[in-house]
């Protein structure tokens, strides 16, 4: 992992604002995810993609899988499975505007949800830091 420059965090900045504000405002989640919160989040109902940390060691871009994604702050995002995350650590991708910025991400909390009578799980997570990857 390197430390990617000013210039890779404008553009990080710049895709969430951009998403940010063209998405409508989530409705409010109860008390207790409220008060855990830094940042509001905002509806986020689009395509990315994940892939577990193990051990320290940075997936391969072949090992990331699609989610859908719920919503999203500067601080954080939750997404859709069928499944809960295997383990708390995440590399994130988030593409936009022909952009992709690469994060890693802390799971904070799992809980099933109904979706269309099937179950699948909400993962809440924070972002932890920004990646630069290179093609794998």
Do not use: W
Request: proline share 3%; aromatic share 6%; hydrophobic share 35%.
């Amino acid at each position: 992992m390197s430390s990617v420059s000013h210039a890779h965090d404008a553009s990080f900045y710049e895709l969430v604002h951009k998403v940010l504000t063209t998405q409508h405002a989530q409705e409010l989640e109860d008390a207790a995810d409220r008060e855990r919160r830094i940042r509001d989040r905002q509806s986020f109902s689009t395509v990315q993609s994940v892939a577990p940390i193990i051990e320290g060691r940075l997936p391969k871009l072949s090992e990331l899988h699609e989610v859908l994604c719920h919503d999203l702050s500067t601080s954080g995002f939750s997404f859709y499975v069928a499944s809960p995350p295997t383990t708390e650590s995440l590399l994130v991708r988030l593409a936009g505007n022909g952009k992709a910025t690469f994060l890693t991400a802390q799971v904070m909390h799992c809980r099933q949800v109904a979706d269309g009578g099937e179950t699948a799980f909400l993962a809440g997570c924070k972002f932890t830091g920004r990646v630069q990857i290179g093609r794998q």
